[in-house]
Structure formats: C-alpha cells, structure tokens
C-alpha cells in the first residue's frame, strides 16, 4: 500500500541521499480561512521542491525561507507565522504557522533509526528548536505531558500538529507519526483504473490496486500494485482491514460481482462503489437479493458511481467524478460509515478568521501560538 502524506521519513531520508541538505515545510498551525490543512508540508532543496503548503504568495515566502536556512547548512528549526490578509495580501484572511525544519546528511543516521523503529502503536515525536540547537524526543523516550497525551488519544486525521513555546524561547513542534489512513483496495487496471489510480496516489488514502492481468500496472506503482489470479483476487478480499474502501472495476462482469458479493458478506467495510450503468447496478441487486442478501445489505452497493452531472465518458473524466465521490465518502464521519448487517446465502461467516478585515493582534488573541520571525 502507498503510505501516508505525512510519511516525511522516508522521502527526507531519500532526497538526503542525493543532497547535502533539505528542508521540510509544514502546515503547523492554521486559524480562519487558509489555503491548506495543518500537517500539509512540502521539502525544497537547493534544486527543486516538491509538495505544497497551498501555493501562492505563502509558499513563496515559505521557499524562500527554506533556500535561507540551506544556505547556513546547519541542522537549525525556526516558526514562521504570516497573517495572510495583512502581510500577504492574500483575500483568505486567516494565520498560518509554519514549522521550517532543516536536516542535513549528518542527519542520516538519525532519522534511520527513527524510521527503522518497532513500533507497537502511535508515536509523537516532540521537535524543540533553540537558538542554537535542535533535539527530538519520542512519546516512548520521555516523560508523558498532557498535550502529548492529547494527540495520542486523538483519531489520526485529528491529530494535527501542536506547538508549545516556553518562556525561555524554545519552541517545541509536537506531531503524530503513525500511518492510519484510510485504505482503498482498487480492483482493475483498465483505462479508468490506470487514470483513477494516478489521482489517488496523491490524495490522503492508502491506494492497494490489484489486476488478474500482468503487465498493466505502471512503474511507478510498483510499491501499491499487485497481479493476482482472478480466484486470488476473491480470496484476498478477506485480507483488507475493516473499514477499507472498495472500488470494484474489473474487465469481467463475473468477477465484478463476486468481488462485490465478498465484499458484502465481510460486513464491515467502509463502502463498496461498482463501475458500469444504472443497468448493471439492477442486475447486481437483483442477483444479489436471489443470493439470499437483505435489501439493508444490497444497499450498500453503490452502482453506478461517480458524482452526478459529469457526462463525459473519457476516463480521465470518469476518474475525476469518481475520487470526487471517494473523497466525500472519506469526509464524512466515522459513523456514518457503519456497515449494515447482510444475510449471508451460502452460510459463510461475517466477518476561523474574518478574511481580511481582521488585525493581527486579533487573530493571535484567539490562541493561536505563533512567534515573530
């Protein structure tokens, strides 16, 4: 499965492999109207960059910042707070910190052994940045605070970035380093399969895609991709973890439908979305519903998918309309994904800002921690 975005680790520890120094940028805290999320970060080395904290003027500066610090070559962290209708000019109106966070390959080692780590639960790494030092500590290495506390007892897609500052100075960037996003199992590497894939590999999922066909999967799915026999395909449906989101895309009716029919009798995945028309869905229900499945179970099935008022049969059009849907389905709360009990046929188991208007005092009064920089 492809990790996480917040997997910063490892692509560090890669472009450290090629580059004397990279900086990572990140969304560390946000109030009002902002162009990204905290958490959303991007890496800039001397060369290029790659990622974005929402583009605009904001990144700008934030580059700019982060070539700053490439250019001491020192291991160094530093906050950076822009009120974007004030300083930047820009009409979202809200405040964003960001955390500027330079390695260099004399940081290898660490950052290894930080990667490398058993770990048998959520971690928080605390990152204190003085003015002539940085040092980070693991939640398992230290003493347990109130705030980390916090963020370990928070979802993962809750769990935002924290900064704490003392009075002496330091500041202290807190951050969740587990990988619990959502997963989606992707059947079938056709046309709308190949361009659907592309656009979930840079959405906040873990992408698993598989195909009973060789040789359809891209290079550079090498990491999430697999080709399966199609009777391993319905096998590994039991593989998946509760709470998986399925879309079911084959090249083959049949086993478009005993992939949805395992799906079904899991009793527990998030949702389960099938390729074709109004038609095929009717034909699935009703088969389904001779099979012995309750009608509360069969609803579950959602045929055709896609947001509606997308008319264009390109597949890139298609995948569009689809990772639209996937990604309302993976906004909506926890709850209102809970699956619904089917009847199995054969007895198997079942398994805030005021954009523009607003001074900076205002906004920082509001508790946002921020620092002159």
Known sequence: MTTGPQAWLPLVIERLMRVPAVV???VAQVQGSTPREPGAYMLVDAAEQTGTVGGGRLEWEAIEAAREMLRQGARVARLMDRVLG?????CCGGVVAMWLECFTQESLSQLRALHER?????LVLATAAAADSVRQT?????????????????????????????????????????????????????HVGQALAGMLLQLPLRLFWQDSRPGLFPAGAAGCSRSVPEA??????????????FLVMTHDHALDYELCRKVLLRNDAAWLGLIGSQSKGARFRSRLRRDGFSNQCIERLVCPIGVAGVKSKWPAAIAVAIAAQLMQMLSQPAAAAAPAAPIPADGEGCSA??????????????GLLVTET
């Open 86 to 90: 004030v300083d930047l000019g820009q």
């Open 24 to 26: 990572r940028v990140v």
């Open 138 to 190: 693991l939640s398992s290495d230290r003493a347990r605070d109130e705030v980390t506390d916090r963020l370990l007892g928070l979802p993962r897609h809750e769990a935002t970035p924290i900064v704490q500052r003392t009075r002496a100075g330091e500041i202290t960037f807190l951050e969740r380093l587990d990988e619990d996003y959502p997963a989606v199992w992707l059947y079938g590497a056709g």
């Open 232 to 245: 391993g395909l319905v096998k590994m449906v039991a593989e998946a973890a509760p709470g998986t989101y």
């Open 353 to 366: 800002g005021r954009c523009g208007n607003c001074g900076r005092h205002d906004q920082k009064a509001k």
């Open 118 to 122: 058993p770990v048998g639960g959520p």
